[in-house]
Nanobody, 124 residues
Framework: QVQLVESGGGLVLSGASLRLSCATS????????MAWFRQAPGKEREFVAR????????RYADSVKGRFTISRDNAQNTVNLQMNGLKPEDTAVYYC?????????????????WGQGTQVTVSS
């Protein structure tokens, strides 16, 4: 069982930056490909970014490309999402997810472990 805990969300102004973190104390994250998803009120959960076990392969949604950066520190058992140039449309609950490294998917169905989410609100 993998228990994921997100942190770092908050209320910021448009153009600001936030850094989200995802950690686990039960299992090592270095066994999994890791991803961030988000869900805005009244909308479906959507893919944000993904990183392979080694960190060598990353994938981003077009809406965040160039503004968000996913990274991981396997020694610290953490995965981070650096979010720069935040926009009001980035407002959502952000979820960390773990899944098989062999499936570099943007689909939530391939991720078997999820955190409880952290709220990000961007005000204009």
């Amino acid at each position: 069982q993998v228990q994921l805990v997100e942190s770092g969300g908050g209320l910021v102004l448009s153009g600001a930056s936030l850094r989200l973190s995802c950690a686990t104390s039960r299992r090592t994250l270095s066994d999994y490909g890791m991803a961030w998803f988000r869900q805005a009120p009244g909308k479906e959960r959507e893919f944000v970014a993904r990183i392979s076990i080694s960190g060598a392969s990353t994938r981003y949604a077009d809406s965040v490309k160039g503004r968000f950066t996913i990274s991981r520190d396997n020694a610290q058992n953490t995965v981070n999402l650096q979010m720069n140039g935040l926009k009001p449309e980035d407002t959502a609950v952000y979820y960390c997810a773990a899944g098989p490294d062999s499936v570099p998917s943007a689909s939530s169905k391939f991720y078997g472990y999820w955190g409880q989410g952290t709220q990000v609100t961007v005000s204009s």
